[in-house]
T-cell receptor, first 111, second 116 residues
């Protein structure tokens, strides 16, 4: 099966940089994805890493090390609106199967 | 971009009744749809995977007779919660994948079900 570990909570102030780590165990690996979810809303896609290295999308970056079964999401220039839950997710054991989500990290950004 | 809709967005039903949730892919053909359930402050838990025209595959611990899934067309999947109980109150989210694009999964806005 699949399991993902990420911190349950992170707090930071506006303008700061935050890194949310994710370690995973899977029987097959087809990339690590990151999603953001605000209270009451649906998850929205942030980033995907299929290969080792850093992917940058504006203020958000994501990193993957397949040899370490580890990735992280980096959020820069934090804003209040970034307060949300962040989930890492991997695909199931076979290509084309459903995303399996970690338990989520609640990020609270204060002024 | 690929859009997935869900209807209704919120529903309140009485215990013992059934409620149907629709999930539609608006601008693409979804060969595979997934249904997730999310309890407050928890993660999204995969309930079942459905492929158009075939029976859904349920995750361990999900009662297939209670959560009926129908994927009758390439743009529509339905989840029916039968004989709902208060413990079924949750946020139900569908997700769809376009045929030939195995690594992209698009999420609907979710349906908040409250069973009284």
């Amino acid at each position: 099966g699949q399991s993902l570990e990420q911190p349950s909570e992170v707090t930071a102030v506006e303008g700061a940089i935050v890194q949310i780590n994710c370690t995973y165990q899977t029987s097959g690996f087809y990339g690590l994805s990151w999603y953001q979810q605000h209270d009451g809303g649906a998850p929205t896609f942030l980033s995907y890493n299929g290969l080792d290295g850093l992917e940058e999308t504006g203020r958000f970056s994501s990193f993957l090390s397949r040899s370490d079964s580890y990735g992280y999401l980096l959020l820069q220039e934090l804003q209040m609106k970034d307060s949300a839950s962040y989930f890492c997710a991997v695909r199931g054991a076979q290509a084309g199967t459903a995303l399996i989500f970690g338990k989520g990290t609640t990020l609270s950004v204060s002024s | 971009g690929a859009v997935v809709s869900q209807h209704p967005s919120r529903v309140i039903c009485k215990s013992g009744t059934s409620v149907k949730i629709e999930c539609r892919s608006l601008d693409f053909q979804a060969t595979t749809m997934f249904w997730y359930r999310q309890f407050p402050k928890q993660s999204l838990m995969l309930m079942a995977t459905s492929n158009e025209g075939s029976k859904a595959t349920y995750e361990q611990g999900v009662e297939k007779d209670k959560f009926l899934i129908n994927h009758a067309s390439l743009t529509l999947s339905t989840l029916t919660v039968t004989s709902a109980h208060p413990e079924d109150s949750s946020f139900y989210i569908c997700s769809a994948r376009e045929g030939g694009r195995a690594y992209e999964q698009y999420f609907g806005p979710g349906t908040r079900l409250t069973v009284t």
